[in-house]
């Protein structure tokens, strides 16, 4: 199988290299331009490394970027954490089109923080999508998915790093394999059930306390550990990367009237 691949950082290095470990040929790596002072991106370094052409275009709709993919002759494009848009006529070049990897059960929870928010809101079950991209965000046809529990006391980085990220590089090599071989089939996204959440960042990781303590302990799972939740402590911002809910007594348990002093301590 030869592929190109569309990705970045510690995610897109796994999926370049689980690719050429089950020799397959990987033509060529696409990532975005690093921001000045920034580190080069792991994906970069990587594919340099093990003499993997790479391509660095700050726009894949431009027609330099879909000459470079032309030229690589590649049978699928694999999209892996990819923040840039990739318009049609860039993900259609490869002889059986592109997949993409989405972290989320789509079409729950489209766009760029879809790891944090379903902790944030409670959910106890999340998963990946690997699709067909399409021009919307997250709206492509389907191909595979798999779903993952989230545990009461689960993070974002447990989440991520324990389960959707290594079940990711798998699902894109299931995925791959199954579009060349043919036959398989891919399905439409359910309109009806579509929910689209933005970037989770300090903005929205702020404490509020009023708030329920179930709603400010999963804010906090949430975030951990980015954006990082947090709060102010006299005057001063504080961070806050881990809590427990500690059940000391329930309302019911309380004696007494109204107005009633039912203890001291």
């Known amino acids: 199988m030869r592929v190109a691949i569309v990705g970045q950082q510690d995610f897109g290095k796994s999926v370049l290299e689980a690719f050429l470990a089950r020799g397959d040929e990987v033509a060529g790596v696409f990532c975005a331009p690093e921001k000045p002072g920034a580190r080069a991106d792991a994906l970069k370094v990587a594919a340099q490394e093990k003499g993997v052409p790479v391509f660095q275009f700050a726009s894949l709709k431009s027609e330099e970027a879909k000459s470079a993919l032309r030229g690589l002759g590649a049978e699928l494009g694999i999209m892996a954490f990819v923040l840039q848009f990739a318009p049609q006529d860039f993900v259609g070049i490869p002889k059986y089109g592109t997949i993409q990897y989405h972290p989320s059960l789509l079409p729950k929870y489209r766009g760029p923080s879809s790891i944090n928010w379903p902790i944030i809101r409670g959910d106890t079950r999340t998963g990946l999508t690997i699709f067909r991209p399409t021009d919307g965000l997250d709206e492509g046809p389907v191909i595979l998915q798999k779903a993952t529990r989230i545990g009461p006391d689960d993070t974002l980085g447990s989440v991520y790093f324990d389960r959707l990220f290594p079940m990711g590089v798998q699902a894109l090599l299931e995925a791959a394999d199954l579009v060349l071989k043919g036959g398989h089939h891919e ?48 005057g001063k911002e504080l961070q806050i990367f881990d809590a427990r809910k500690i059940a000391v007594r329930t309302f019911g348990a309380v004696l007494g009237k109204l107005g009633e002093v039912v203890g001291v301590s």
Not at 192 to 197: C, D, M, N, P, W
Not at 208 to 214: E, L, P, R, Y
Not at 217 to 231: E, S
């Open 187 to 234: 399905y439409p996204q359910d309109e009806a059930q579509a929910t689209y959440e933005g970037w989770c960042r300090k903005a929205e990781a702020r404490i509020h306390w009023a708030n329920h303590v179930d709603f400010i302990y999963n804010l906090i799972r949430g975030c951990n550990p980015a954006p990082g939740a947090w709060t102010t402590l006299e």
